[in-house]
């Protein structure tokens, strides 16, 4: 069973940058497909972006198009190259990881990492 460990949140300030790393505990390339999630407090797990290197598919959600990146490295790591924050991308940002991509619902993905804090202030 795949662990995820997140690492590279923090405070912003709005229109910085941050970038969010993900090391998984074996190899991930060509294996998994990996995304990453967020949730702010009281709301649900929201899909951000995933990446499948089986298929050279990278995938954004609306809210995030243009200023985050999601990019693999051929081991095991997964980042998220986050530009032009603003306050409402202020949430907890998770890592995970499935082996067959069933959609972007939380639900279809099986390893979670435990997530890391993006606080962005205006």
């Known amino acids: 069973q795949v662990q995820l460990v997140e690492s590279g949140g923090g405070l912003v300030q709005a229109g910085g940058s941050l970038r969010l790393s993900c090391v998984a505990s074996e190899r991930t390339f060509g294996t998994y497909v990996m995304g990453w999630f967020r949730q702010a407090p009281g709301e649900e797990r929201k899909f951000v972006a995933y990446?499948?290197?089986?298929?050279?598919?990278r995938v954004y959600a609306d809210t995030v198009k243009g200023r985050f990146t999601i990019s693999t490295d051929n081991d095991n790591t997964v980042y998220l190259q986050m530009n032009s924050l603003k306050p409402e991308d202020t949430a907890v940002y998770y890592c995970a990881a499935t082996r067959q991509y069933k959609g972007r619902s939380a639900d279809n993905w099986n390893y979670w990492g435990q997530g890391t804090q993006v606080t962005v202030s205006s």
């Open positions: 990446s499948s290197t089986r298929s050279y598919t």
